[in-house]
């Protein structure tokens, strides 16, 4: 449960794409929050800022402007680390988008300057705070699945114009390398992968991932920007059923194994499973990027237990699409160090 904002900490937008505009949208809301000012030098195209006077070109106008408490970082990937790096020079608090940085080089040099500083800090995997992925965390925490035999994800859709700096595995596979570790509670230990290049960008825009996680759990993985499609699924197949979240619409259903019959004596007879009861869980739905943006908040406010996406998680998720871009360059399994 969020707790009660005391403070009123000052914060500010750093892009207003197609991220950064919904976090202005819910910062100029959020109790316990001042909004400071949104940066982007194309300016609020999607008239996104109630207050004109609030749109900056550049981060040194905004930081100009007066004190900030926290800004959260929507640029493109490869703007990360500099952006980082000067809020941490402004002892600014940060969220920065995934990925955290564009290599793990980047991701450790931004970590150590937020580290330097003793600054609050968190990575915006958004999808950490969607109401069916959070049940179906909970539910296989309750053991409700016993045995986890397998965790799967899809991410497939049309290609977004908004992209121009990465490919799929760094733009969207993150968040799927982040869920199977976080929904699996263990870290990836082992990936196999295989891209495809088809819309002639330099980037690749489709990525099969197979893996290992360290608990011994196989996972596999469908990111692509050729399906006209939007789909974004979860699946976790375990002894006593099978779990299967809708990201777009916060659906949780439990497919239960049923109870088989055989006339076979118990030597002839093979385990097996057949179709049980369908449970779709009535969820509480509320906008992940706001829930995201409440924890963040809180951080910032000095709730050390507030439940944000920490800079070694980011940093992981960053390690991980390296190692599958890296096995897809190579054509073999590459293992992700512990």
């Known amino acids: 449960m969020t707790r009660t904002p005391t403070a009123n900490l000052r914060a500010a937008v750093l892009g207003l794409g197609m991220m950064g505009r919904h976090h202005a949208r819910i910062l100029q809301a959020l109790p ?20 004109p006077a609030l749109v900056f070109a550049t981060l040194e106008q905004l930081l100009d402007s007066g ?49 330097r500083r003793g600054l609050p800090a968190a990575v915006g995997h958004v999808e950490r705070f969607n109401p069916s992925l959070l049940a179906l965390r909970e539910k296989l925490g309750e053991g409700l699945l016993g045995d986890v035999f397998l965790v799967a994800t899809e991410r497939v859709g049309p290609f977004p114009e908004r992209i121009r700096d990465v490919g799929v595995v760094k733009d969207l596979a993150t ?20 891209t495809a290049h088809r819309t002639g960008r330099p980037h690749e825009d489709l990525v099969l991932v197979n893996g290992r996680l360290a608990s011994d759990v196989p996972f596999n993985t469908i990111v692509d920007w050729l399906t006209p499609t939007k789909t974004r699924r979860t699946r976790v197949l375990g002894d006593r059923g099978m779990l299967v979240a809708e990201t777009v619409t916060a659906d949780l ?12 004596s118990s030597s002839q007879a093979l385990r097996g499973v057949s179709e049980g009861n369908a449970t779709r ?3 509480a739905r509320s906008e992940p990027i706001r829930s995201e943006l409440e924890a963040f908040r809180d951080l910032v406010a ?37």
């Open 32 to 51: 316990g929050v001042t909004f400071a000012g949104a940066v982007d030098p194309a300016g609020d195209r999607h008239d996104a800022v109630r207050d």
């Open 67 to 115: 004190p900030l408490d926290m800004a959260v970082v929507a640029l493109p990937t490869e703007e990360h680390l500099p952006t980082a790096l000067a809020l941490a020079d402004a002892g600014v608090g940060m969220l920065i988008e995934k990925p955290l940085a564009a290599s793990t080089a980047d991701a450790e040099q931004i970590i150590a300057a937020i580290h």
């Open 175 to 194: 968040h799927d390398l982040d869920i199977v570790s976080w929904v699996a509670g263990a870290p990836i230990a082992t990936v196999s992968a295989q």
């Open 253 to 264: 259903t439990f497919y239960e194994n049923g109870k088989v019959t055989s006339d076979w």
């Open 281 to 283: 869980y009535a969820l």
């Open 302 to 338: 000095g709730d050390l237990d507030a439940p944000v996406v920490t800079l070694a998680q980011g940093l992981a998720a960053v390690r991980s699409a390296e190692a599958v871009l890296e096995s897809a360059r190579r054509g073999e399994t590459v293992r992700i160090p512990a």
